[in-house]
């Protein structure tokens, strides 16, 4: 990850101000400071989800909501602990979290947030209307937070814990980033082909960060209650749930940082605007909201990551990375012997409506050889090549991998049997370096999970998955690369980082759609040393290209396509010879 | 629960459920051609009930002043870009669409007095001050975005919602309103009474989907809505321009939207945030049709019309809670049928 090399400095100054912070100032800015605190936890929350996830949800103040209810109901009608309280509002929070992920997170992007307006509404007017839960007036008498024998009475006393609980969550949300859970849901935000194709179960992690998003707020809205102590419906509307959103956007949706900034910046121009702008517009009302909506649509129109980039823009950029040296080679997989077969297609048939993609085509990839499959524009290459990996399966007819019938399994399944693939257009994330990029394709080799992340006990794991993204890097020749972020690399390159990628899930087969396209001569040649290498290791490589002299050179054995049929197959030379395919290539003889 | 009070629930059901669906429509609509999920499609509702009831009431409706600042915007980006490419011809017109005309209004609203002229007249100076908003917001706030994600593109129509909103309770105050019955004849079945106002808003609404239908189907903008919707790059390669789209569709689903006002406003109390809801309720309609069949949104949006009905008799307080809960069993029985889920 990219940080500011004074970012623990920072980090320590921040702290230090705010630890002087209720000292000095008046109870007035205490105050703000504390609803600033809160909200920030809740922004957080949405800056993983929403700017790292690529998801949206308006529905966080109703998670708060939830965390809130709970405790009061709990420690004013059952006298309840409230440090009982709060895991058992956790609890409900992400049960309906998970539940809600589930009905929404299958659907194309749009259908979570909408589904998050109908019940932030839903549960607003559900709090409203059940007299257990006090109506629209709420329920007062909350009893106070203790720490051993002091009681938290006053806006001061919780100043401290708001603000430690709010700090160990943006540790705890950095560390998740930097991991290889967190990874895996940073590349949810370029599309799931890819991750899923990497072996992500990407349903899994959209629902975690769903459900991590609405604990914060979850914890966010039980600190309120006891701030509080009264609860009522207001806080947690729709309204506050949708200004939630504007706070993690103006303030930088991407970084950790800008929930706190946007939290800050909305409140205390909230504070401000409710101040002068019924004087200004001679009415009492809330008219703020015209401002904020203003600043959104300018924000989204002018400077679409929000404020916190311009600040960090100040500050002296170094790209940090831990030494992993030291760490252990990850276990590989046993090789299969050189000459068995490991991948059998039989009469695979692919229709898309009426167009029949490929047509009853069947063939074998062996370990330790590098078979071709060429073919004019449109002759189903690459659609063979997602229904064997299925990523969009085939029609018909059966796929065998390493002796496992394998046609009807989701992608991740099939990366975890030692297949990978690389994409005809290149599917890297732009933003994340080299090495987070290749890492993502050892997901599989690692099995540490987010709490591990978020507390930093996965790191040992972590060095080896770095370790040996680093290993696959240099193998592609890119190791001067390793810290750029993909993005800014020549295509040519890309296509090698996605080589790399694929090399280290440690697979027994490697589909490759056009790697060469893009290369240069001399980049050409070694990736076809790179491919022989990896051949002579026992590996089994199925190969798309246009590229003859670099399919000629390299293949073991040839399939030509025509029109999604088998046209011919065979050694090289054959295939060069076969009349059919001669003219399928340069027209045929009148 | 007799029969008549089932009759009376289901004829309120399926006059909201009228107006729902021509919602859903609009909203289907303006996803389809922009991809934009239109969520202030319910302040245009309030602002046409509004502005009505401003006219008959002889104030100056606060829409007017949007109008005339959103003209102005317009001028300006429009205006400076011409002077940029240095085709002053252009400027005439531009100042003549987005300058006088709204101040040619303004200055009739002023000299004549509204509340003396016909029910017709007024609805059309009332669908004249609100309508073109629809457009100017897209060409203002959507164009200069139009290539966002979906998920952007949804906070920005957020934004646009909170910040009509604001300007809402500015215009026209806290206060509701609602405007007098457009018809006082009634009809008596048995004991069944059957309100002139509910036959007009289905009436009217039928014959605007049927409106809709026909501009879909045989007229040439409409065909050219159709196909952005489809294919929006091959519309485009087709010379239909992505910004003609989107400004015709916004325009539709402003005057879909002003006119549902217009057309409830006697029925119900109509509050500067009362659209909200209102469309959010077709808004549950358009996502039974899974934002994309019409037919669907709009029957859609009737059930969600009696749906609500019958619970404001069962459950009154829970009527939204009940409304807007069905969105999950629907969500959950689009997820189970949808086979691909997303394609990166």
């Not at chain 1, 080589?499 to 027994?508: E, H, K, N, S, V």
């Not at chain 1, 051949?535 to 030509?560: K, N, P, Q, S, T």
């Not at chain 2, 919707?229 to 910004?243: H, K, Y």
């Not at chain 2, 509050?271 to 549950?284: A, E, T």
Request: neutral net charge; proline residues 4%.
């Amino acid at each position: 990850m990219r940080r500011s090399p004074y970012d623990t400095y920072l980090l320590l100054l921040f702290v230090g101000v705010l630890a002087v912070a209720p000292a000095v100032l008046p109870e007035f800015y205490v105050t703000l400071l504390n609803y600033i605190g809160l909200y920030s936890i809740v922004a957080l929350g949405l800056v993983m989800l929403t700017g790292v996830g690529g998801l949206t949800s308006f529905g966080q103040a109703a998670f708060a909501g939830l965390g809130a209810y709970t405790s009061a109901v709990l420690t004013t009608v059952y006298g309840v602990s409230p440090w009982l309280t709060l895991p058992a509002g956790l609890l409900i929070t992400s049960l309906v979290a998970v539940s809600l992920g589930l009905v929404t997170l299958r659907l194309s992007g749009h259908f979570l947030p909408l589904g998050t307006i109908a019940w932030g509404i839903s549960l607003y007017y559900l709090f409203g209307n059940i007299d257990a839960l006090g109506g629209h007036t709420g329920i007062a008498g909350i009893p106070p937070l203790q720490i051993g024998e002091v009681e938290l009475r006053s806006g001061r006393d919780f100043f401290y814990l708001i603000w430690a609980v709010l700090l160990g969550t943006v540790l705890a949300t950095r560390n998740l980033l930097d991991s290889r859970e967190g990874r895996a849901i940073r590349a949810l935000k370029g599309g799931s082909v890819m991750a899923e194709a990497m072996g992500v179960d990407t349903p899994r992690s959209k629902i975690v960060v769903f459900t991590v998003a609405a604990l914060y707020a979850g914890v966010s809205g039980w600190l309120y209650a006891h701030l509080q102590r009264f609860v009522n419906p207001t806080p947690f509307s729709l309204t506050q749930g949708i200004e939630y959103l504007f706070m993690a956007v103006v303030g930088g949706v991407s970084h950790v940082w800008g929930a706190i900034v946007g939290a800050g910046l909305i409140t205390v121009l909230k504070q401000s605007l409710q101040d002068w702008l019924p004087r200004l517009l001679g009415q009492s009302g809330n008219f703020e909201a015209i401002v904020f909506g203003l600043l959104m649509i300018l924000v989204l129109h002018r400077a679409r990551d929000g404020v916190w980039p311009m600040i960090d823009r100040l500050l002296p950029q170094r790209v940090l990375h831990g030494s992993f040296s030291g760490a252990e080679d990850l276990p590989r997989r046993p090789r299969p012997q050189a000459g068995s077969v490991l991948l059998e297609v039989h009469d695979g048939s692919k229709r898309f409506g009426g167009l029949v993609a490929n047509d009853r085509v069947s063939f074998t990839v062996r370990a330790g050889e590098v078979m071709a499959l060429i073919g004019p524009n449109g002759a189903g290459k690459s659609t063979m090549f997602n229904g064997i990996s299925g990523v969009d399966p085939l029609s018909s007819g059966t796929v065998s991998f390493r002796g496992q019938r394998v046609e009807s399994l989701p992608a991740r399944d099939i990366a975890r049997l030692g297949m990978s693939r690389t994409f005809q257009h290149v599917r890297l994330l732009p933003g994340m370096t080299v090495i987070e990029n290749v890492a993502i394709g050892a997901h599989l080799r690692g099995g540490k999970g987010f709490v591990a992340a978020a507390c930093r006990a996965d790191r040992s794991e972590e060095a080896r998955l770095l370790k040996e993204a680093a290993r696959q890097i240099e193998r592609c020749g890119l190791a001067e690369q390793m810290y750029e972020s993909a993005g800014s690399l020549p295509l040519g390159k890309q296509r090698l980082v996605e080589i790399a990628r694929a090399l280290a899930a440690d697979p027994c087969l490697l589909l490759l759609d056009e790697p060469a396209a893009g290369l240069r001569f001399l980049e050409k040649q070694a990736l076809a040393e790179l491919l022989r290498r990896l051949r002579d290791e026992g590996i089994g490589i199925l190969l798309v290209e246009h590229d003859m002299d670099f399919v000629m050179g390299l293949a073991d054995r040839v399939m030509v396509m025509e029109f999604g049929q088998k046209l011919a197959s065979g050694l090289p030379e054959e295939v060069q010879r076969n009349p059919l395919v001669v003219e399928a290539y340069l027209g045929g003889v009148e | 629960m007799n029969l008549q009070i089932a009759l009376l629930l289901g004829q309120d059901g399926v006059t909201s459920g009228a107006i729902y669906a021509l919602l859903a429509l609009a909203l289907v609509l303006v996803f389809a051609v922009t991809r934009v999920i239109f969520i202030p499609q319910g302040e245009f509702v309030a602002f046409g009930a509004l502005t009505l009831a401003g006219l008959q009431a002889d104030r100056l409706p606060g829409t007017i002043w949007l109008l005339l600042a959103l003209g102005t915007a317009i001028a300006l980006v429009e205006g400076g870009a011409a002077l940029r490419q240095r085709r002053y011809r252009r400027i005439p017109l531009i100042l003549l669409v987005n300058c006088a005309a709204p101040l040619l209004l303004a200055g009739a609203l002023v000299a004549v007095s509204p509340a003396g002229l016909p029910l017709p007249i007024q609805v059309l100076l009332a669908l004249m001050l609100v309508v073109p908003l629809g457009p100017m917001i897209y060409r203002l706030v959507y164009q200069p975005v139009a290539e966002v994600s979906v998920l952007a593109l949804l906070i920005v129509s957020v934004a646009v919602h909170v910040t009509l909103i604001g300007l809402g309770l500015f215009f026209f105050g806290a206060e509701g309103s609602r405007t007098p019955a457009f018809t006082e004849v009634s009809f008596e079945f048995g004991e069944a009474v059957l309100q002139g106002q509910t036959i007009l808003v289905v009436v009217a609404s039928l014959v605007l989907i049927i409106a809709l239908y026909f501009f879909f189907e045989r007229t040439l903008y409409g065909k050219a809505l159709r196909a952005t919707a489809m294919n929006r790059t091959g519309a485009r390669l087709m010379g239909i321009s992505g910004q003609l789209a989107g400004m015709l569709s916004f325009t539709l689903a402003a005057a879909i939207g002003a006119f549902s006002g217009i057309l409830i406003s006697p029925i119900t109390t109509i509050y500067y945030d009362s659209g909200f809801l209102i469309g959010l309720k077709g808004f549950v309609g358009a996502i039974i049709g899974g934002l994309a069949s019409y037919p669907v949104a709009a029957a859609g949006a009737v059930l969600v019309g009696l749906l609500e009905s019958y619970s404001s008799f069962w459950a009154s307080a829970f009527k939204e809670v009940i409304v807007f809960t069905l969105i999950l069993p629907v969500l959950l029985w689009r997820s189970l049928t949808t086979r691909h889920p997303e394609e990166g």
